[in-house]
């Protein structure tokens, strides 16, 4: 059995704000226990056809959170893999309770400003079309943290390298499974 066996028996979901790394963190994460990668936002575009600019302008945030809901549902359900979630996906109390139940829930917190600063460089975010990204950030840590606070693990993040995250991450998964880190 190698080292990482035991972090492979559930999906590993990665929950946390915008700009947090969920998808680059959580690509890399999965390439180190050599598990697939799955990016919930992107397979709710694939589902829906559509970019989620485009569902959050044409259909809604209620809308897309439904459409976001089923989608993780339906990933849950495949066998053991890395879940990069929406910012606002495990604030549904369906969608935590579904990830709480199947997967361990990672929490990537990560400093305000450096989050800011990540989610200025693109404009494909719609909870920031032309709005102050770090108020909105700040809103959204009033509102979020404390149910980000429910998930299995918390790893509070610098604003380092992604590997550094990533083994942080699988510390926090071998200490919260009892495992062995190295």
Do not use: C
């Not at 109390?93 to 997967?103: H, V």
């Not at 990204?133 to 979020?144: D, M, S, T």
């Not at 993040?157 to 499974?177: G, K, M, N, P």
């Amino acid at each position: 059995m190698d080292r990482y066996e035991p972090l492979r028996r559930r999906t590993i979901a990665l929950v946390g704000l915008m700009g947090v790394g969920k998808s680059s963190v959580g690509k890399r994460l999965a390439s180190a226990l050599s598990l697939p990668f799955r990016d919930a936002d992107n397979e709710v575009e694939a589902a829906a056809g559509r970019s989620i600019p485009d569902i959050f302008g044409d259909l809604g945030e209620d809308a897309f959170r439904d459409g976001e809901r089923r989608v993780i549902a339906r990933l849950l359900d495949d066998p053991p893999h890395v879940l990069a979630t929406g910012g606002g996906a495990f604030v549904n109390e369906e969608t935590r309770a579904l990830i709480k139940g199947k997967a361990i829930s990672v929490w990537l917190k990560a400093d305000l400003a450096v989050l800011a600063r990540r989610v200025s460089r693109k404009d494909n975010r719609p909870l920031l079309a032309g709005r102050e990204p770090i108020e909105v950030l700040q809103a959204q840590a009033e509102a979020r943290y404390p149910i980000y606070a429910q998930a299995d693990i918390t790893v509070e993040t610098a604003d380092a390298a992604h590997q550094v995250t990533v083994d942080q991450v699988i510390r926090a998964l071998a200490a919260h499974l009892g495992e062995p880190a190295e």
